[in-house]
């Protein structure tokens, strides 16, 4: 019976579908709720219809209704269910797209890339989904016009505001607190005119905006947990905390029907800091005291600042130009400080000392671009071609560290700082692609791209080329082909695999060459009865001078840079997808799998791992299921699921142990890199959403409560791994045993919102 749940699900969408079309046949009345939509006007990315592969296009109104990690809706988090795309570990944003490590995405907002795109340590991301207009995953068949990453591109889009009304929302989750607002900007002239208009829909707005901010309050909760503990407890005071906000903002004017100008805006930061402090006097027998005071702090803070400037304008019906500017930073600063002190008071005399002790470690990333991007649209051909140069700015890593100790007869003062040169990347290409569709069954898209690539005197030349093809079988069936061939200029070290303080951004050196991929794929594309997806694809990806640290390096230390830390490797992956999708009707989601095989070979004189034999990628994983169902079964409640399975992840463990005689005691022996897999993965997320609709339905004319009152209010119940399963975060070995650390149990979540 297991083995053919989706075949039965399958019917049940199509048997829903018929007995839709045989009621309106025979002139049965079915009522809807109309919920109103934006209607772009652009067929499914990965239909049977479109020439482009390995491309998904996120539902937005479904990733609404998903089950989502303390009731934050996370778009990485939906992604990570797709098939191809596999998640670092329980809870984390981190992507694995096809064998290729988190770095190797490219994610873009608004078209300018982020760096870094986690909260909390990788459990939550930056994108805040009240701000979302679309989102695409690419995995291969890369468009021409992207470039620099060698597994994904990830394209979100903001939206811009409705012209013609304002909307607004807040909402109270488990997490955080969210606010936005979009609408039109009116002119006091057109404020005249809509007030006097019977329609005031026909009034637009030559600008919008869109508005949004998001934060948490775990310091809020934390503080005076962390007050009354520190005063009880360790006999002084304690402050700590942590938190995170984002900040999205978009406006967008437009002149004419042929030229618009907009900019977006992005800022969001985490922060963890503690701060304690005691102050004690000790009083002898003798009648002398001592008084002792101390103060310790530690504050870490990560983010990214984006700026972007784009004009768009129309020089025909079939000719559109597009020219962007942007900024972006990303950095973190971690900083400890201890400041001890003591006086001792004798015979009225008294002695003082003083320990003074900081460290402070940060990390800086900028980026500073200049684009423009044309596309001519004729009958048969769709050409897209452009260029651009972008400067980049890497500080990978400067410290500071301080020491100085007084009122002892050997008192000292150390102070250093430590720091990897400051190194420019100037970075340019040109670009062009077309599809070519000479007839309705054959469907060609060809581009090529340029670029150079220069630092400390190096220059790396890439011509990358792609292609793909779509043959139409049948109405509702094609088959599909791609190659491609990527570069990436820039690298993340990292110890661990979530987002820490020691992620590490690098760019290639003129000893570090670019790392280089091709990919090729094909795939079967049908479109069942109009309203279900299906999707099969087998891919094959060969990838050169990969970045790993050597066996014992790690992120920290004084002596060396992190170029003699890192050695250049292979690496190869191969799998087969399978996508299952129904986005229209009362039942809507996807189920995704995947099976696939990501491998490594370091071999390199002076770079050797693991004896220079193939390995296991950590991130390996033989088997990926996931299950998104929804379910609408009134207007004003539905409920969701999400199941999720897989083989667990590889790690380095000493399953064996010798006794050494030259040493005289036991020691770990480690057969290979990433020797041991984990126990397999899987959990299930239920989710509940109650509606409660505006009293005006649709009908300005009905509105007479306020827009409070007639806003819609939605309340949501989820639970995170409902059947409160141990999942493996991290494998260790304690004596003779090997214990497994998991990290989230049962996690029930509650929110609220309204929106008008």
């Keep these: 019976m297991r083995k053919w749940w989706p075949v039965i699900l399958l019917l049940s969408m199509s048997l829903q579908a018929q007995v839709m079309r045989d009621s309106l046949a025979s002139g049965d009345t079915i ?18 219809e479109s020439s482009q592969m390995s491309a998904v296009e996120v539902p937005m109104l479904q990733l609404q209704t998903i089950p989502a990690l303390g009731g934050e809706i996370d778009i990485i988090k939906a992604i990570q269910l797709l098939p191809g795309v596999q ?8 992507v694995y797209v096809r064998g290729g490590g988190p770095d190797e995405n490219l994610i873009l907002l608004d078209g300018v890339p982020l760096y870094n795109v986690s909260h909390a340590m990788g459990m939550f991301s930056v994108f805040n989904a009240d701000m979302l207009q679309s989102v695409t995953l690419y995995k291969g068949n890369f468009p021409a016009r992207y470039g620099s990453r060698l597994s994904s591109v990830i394209d979100v889009e903001q939206i811009a505001g409705d012209n013609t009304r304002w909307h607004g929302g807040v909402s109270i989750g488990s997490i955080a607190a969210k606010i936005y607002a979009q609408g039109p900007i009116f002119s006091a002239r057109q404020l005249r005119e809509r007030k006097q208009s019977q329609d005031k829909d026909t009034i637009k707005a030559s600008t919008t905006f869109a508005l ?133 008071t004798r015979d009225n005399k008294s002695n003082d000392y003083s320990l003074t002790q900081t460290l402070s470690y940060q990390s800086r990333l900028m980026d500073a671009a200049a684009h423009t991007d044309w596309l001519y649209d004729a009958d048969r051909h769709s050409v897209h071609f452009g260029a651009g140069y972008e400067l980049h700015t890497f500080r990978p890593q400067i410290g500071n560290f301080m020491i100085a100790e007084m009122g002892t007869p050997d008192a000292t003062r150390f102070d250093t700082t430590y720091t990897d040169a400051t190194r420019f990347g100037h970075e340019a290409y040109i670009y062009a692609e077309d599809t070519y569709k000479p007839v309705r069954w054959f469907t060609l898209n060809y581009g090529l791209r340029a670029a150079l690539y220069a630092i400390e005197g190096k220059v790396y030349p890439s011509i990358e080329p792609r292609v793909g093809m779509r043959f139409l079988l ?23 695999s979530i987002s820490s303080p020691t992620d590490l951004w690098v760019p290639v050196t003129k000893d570090i060459p670019p790392m280089r991929s091709m990919q090729v794929a094909a795939g079967l594309s049908y479109d069942i009865l109009g309203h279900v997806e299906l999707s099969v694809e087998g891919y094959y990806k060969r990838s050169t001078n990969l970045l790993e640290f050597k066996e014992g390096a790690s992120f920290f230390g004084l002596s060396t840079g992190w170029e003699e830390k890192v050695a250049l490797g292979e690496g190869w992956s191969y799998g087969v997808e399978l996508l299952l999708q129904r986005k229209h009707g009362p039942v809507t989601g996807w ?35 996931s299950i998104t169902l929804q379910y609408r079964i009134t207007p004003k409640f539905e409920v969701a699921g999400t199941f999720v399975y897989g083989t667990g992840n590889r790690a380095t463990l000493p399953l064996q142990r010798y006794y050494d005689s030259y040493e005289g005691r036991w020691m770990d022996y480690i057969s290979e890199r990433n020797n041991f897999v984990m126990p397999d993965y899987h959990r299930l997320d239920l989710a509940m959403n109650w509606y409660l609709p505006s009293r005006k339905s649709g009908d300005p004319a009905k509105s007479k409560g306020g827009w409070l009152r007639d806003a819609e209010h939605r309340i949501s119940l989820a639970v995170y791994n409902v059947y409160c399963h141990k999942n493996p975060y991290m494998m260790i070995v304690v004596g003779n045993e090997l214990k497994q650390i998991s990290l989230f149990p049962i996690l029930p979540s509650l929110s609220y919102s309204f929106k008008f």
Aim: hydrophobic share 35%.
């Design 31 to 48: 009522n809807f709720r109309i919920r109103e939509v934006e209607v772009l006007g652009r067929q499914s990315i990965s239909g049977p």
């Design 87 to 94: 998640s670092a570990s329980d809870g984390s944003t981190g």
């Design 212 to 344: 949004a901010a998001r934060r948490t309050y775990y310091d809020a909760l934390l503080a005076p947990l962390m007050a009354m503990v520190s005063a009880r407890e360790m006999n002084g005071s304690a402050i700590g905390g942590y938190y995170f906000y984002d900040v999205n903002a978009k406006l967008r004017h437009t002149f004419s029907n042929n030229d618009q100008l907009s900019a977006s805006f992005y800022m969001g930061d985490d922060v963890i800091y503690v701060r304690y402090q005691t102050d004690e006097t000790t009083k002898m027998d003798d009648g002398s005291q001592t008084r002792q005071q101390t103060k310790v702090g530690l504050r870490w803070t990560s983010g990214n600042i984006m700026a972007k400037v784009q004009y768009e304008h129309r020089l025909r019906d079939d000719l559109t130009m597009q020219a962007h500017l942007h900024f972006l930073r990303f950095g973190y600063n971690l900083s400890e400080s201890l400041d001890a002190s003591a006086t001792e």
């Design 474 to 496: 049948h109405k509702d069936v094609a088959l599909k082909a791609s190659y491609s061939y990527m570069s990436q200029y820039v690298h993340m070290l990292s110890n661990t």
């Design 591 to 625: 189920i995704g799998y995947t099976w696939s095989r990501t491998m490594r070979q370091f071999d390199r004189e002076g770079m050797i791992i693991n004896n220079g034999k193939p390995y296991h990628a950590k991130y390996d994983r033989e088997h990926d299921l």
